[in-house]
């Protein structure tokens, strides 16, 4: 599986950017779909995960209410729509994909397959 994120970029506080991930290959609609986040000095934190059908969302407390995970599985694709950005926000953007439904993940070492990454930067 090889994943690619875009629409990351440069945004004032307040604003709003939405990033798409697509996966290649025909089964990502079997995977689970995370976004996670690293700021420069930190460890990689989790976002946000969606279940394989959509079913359920999942959100760290810090984003609950201004972002929002979707995916569509006929473009394999999910997405983060970010609003009401905060300089705290700023970090590179990960997307993951988890082979393993049975249950929720929110640990970077439980995910199988990573994209390259994508710079939100939000200035104050």
């Known amino acids: 599986v090889q994943l690619v994120e875009s629409g990351g970029g440069l945004v004032q506080a307040g604003g709003s950017l939405r990033l798409s991930c697509v996966a290649s290959g025909r089964t990502f609609s079997r995977y689970d779909m995370g976004w996670f986040r690293q700021a420069p000095g930190k460890e990689r934190e989790f976002v946000a995960t969606?279940?394989?059908?959509?079913?359920?969302?999942y959100y760290a407390d810090s984003v609950k209410g201004r972002f929002t995970i979707s995916r569509d599985n006929a473009k394999n694709t999910v997405y983060l729509q970010m609003n009401s950005l905060k300089p705290e926000d700023t970090a590179v953007y990960y997307c993951?994909?988890?082979?393993?439904?049975?249950?929720?993940?929110?640990?970077?070492?439980?995910?199988?397959?990573w994209g390259q990454g994508t710079q939100v930067t939000v200035s104050s």
């Open positions: 993951a994909a988890d082979l393993y439904v049975g249950g929720t993940h929110y640990l970077p070492n439980q995910y199988d397959y």
């Open positions: 969606i279940k394989w059908n959509a079913g359920s969302t």
